[in-house]
């Protein structure tokens, strides 16, 4: 019988491709041992018909056994196929992805078609995307009055939640929101004469946190008030570094601070039995301090 011209053929990655109807006098030659693939024709026979995709730029290639002018097509944007155009003849097909920007798993079907014969079809599957999460600015400046507003813009492909550290700024959304979104800050008034800073952070699963430095301008000096009665309080220490404690304070009780030439540079509403004065320069101020029974006014020395 002699040597057959197949000994060297690959069994399993080679294609034996015989006329519609002849497989089965084919698979009687005693040649045909020599393919483990044995496709009966219809003019288009691929050499696979799926592939898998990381989430990054990739590339595949299929093998077209055709005795026709054939066309391939892509079914999805980001996936491209070459040649795009028609071809004859048995030729590489190659697709390539673009990067998946989704946390989600993506497909496409690439479709080869030819007159007369039957389409053949390849499903690709690309992996999801990692998680991205990006703000517009880290930093943000809002104005002085009460209800002043500011924003950012929020780029993501994924759920995320953002947050301020400091009750005098609230934010919006503050749910959790999918994808891209302006993110609009909304301050309270600022009651002292030196800007004031908060932190806005804003997180996702599988994303690097993101901060925002959102600073209020100084509000308007005012002037002191007069006492409204006489009550019997002490404040300590004094000279004092950061906490000034107010004795028998027996309910919420309302301070403002003064300079010795009577500009208010702070204020609080006050439920604790001490106030924080690390923000004010050194030197002598004059404290304000309001209950339901009364006010007083006493001296102390920051240091």
């Known amino acids: 019988m002699g040597t057959s011209p197949f000994f060297n053929v690959n069994h399993d990655s080679c294609f034996l491709c015989v006329p519609i109807g002849a497989k089965a006098t084919y698979l009687s030659a005693y040649w045909s041992i020599y393919f483990n693939n044995i496709l009966e024709g219809n003019g288009v026979w ?48 190659t697709f390539t992805a673009t990067a998946n920007p989704t946390i989600a ?19 690709v599957t690309q992996s999801a995307g990692d998680a991205t999460l990006s703000v517009s600015s880290s930093t943000s400046n809002i104005a002085k009055g009460a209800g002043s507003t500011a924003t950012i813009d929020i780029s993501s492909n994924t759920t995320w939640t953002a947050s301020s550290n400091q009750p005098w700024l609230t934010v919006n959304p503050n749910i959790a929101t999918t994808g ?50 006489n009550i019997k309080l002490t404040i300590y220490p004094n000279p004092v570094l950061d906490k000034l404690y107010i004795s028998k304070i027996e309910e919420p009780i309302n301070v403002k601070i003064y300079t010795d030439n009577g500009i208010m540079v702070g204020q609080f509403n006050c439920k604790t039995d001490y ?29």
Do not use: H, M
Not at 70 to 86: D, E, Y
């Open 180 to 229: 891209n979104a302006t993110l609009t800050f909304t301050a309270t008034a600022n009651p002292t004469i030196a800007t004031r800073t908060t932190t806005v952070t804003v997180t996702a699963t599988g994303a690097t946190p993101q901060t925002i430095t959102v600073t209020q301008s100084a509000g308007d000096a005012t002037s002191v008030l007069t006492n409204t009665a």
């Open 46 to 93: 691929l050499s696979k018909n799926e592939s898998t995709f990381s989430s990054t730029l990739n590339r595949d290639t299929v093998f077209v056994y055709s005795d026709l002018l054939w066309t391939a097509i892509s079914n999805q944007i980001w996936l491209t196929v070459s040649p795009n155009v028609a071809t004859t003849g048995n030729a590489t097909l």
């Open 105 to 123: 798993t993506r497909t496409a079907t690439v479709t080869v078609t030819a007159t007369g014969a039957t389409s053949q079809t390849i499903t």
């Open 275 to 303: 106030i924080d004065v690390s923000f004010l320069k050194r030197g002598l101020y004059l404290i304000n301090i309001s209950t339901l029974k009364g006010a007083c006014n006493l001296k102390f020395i920051k240091k």
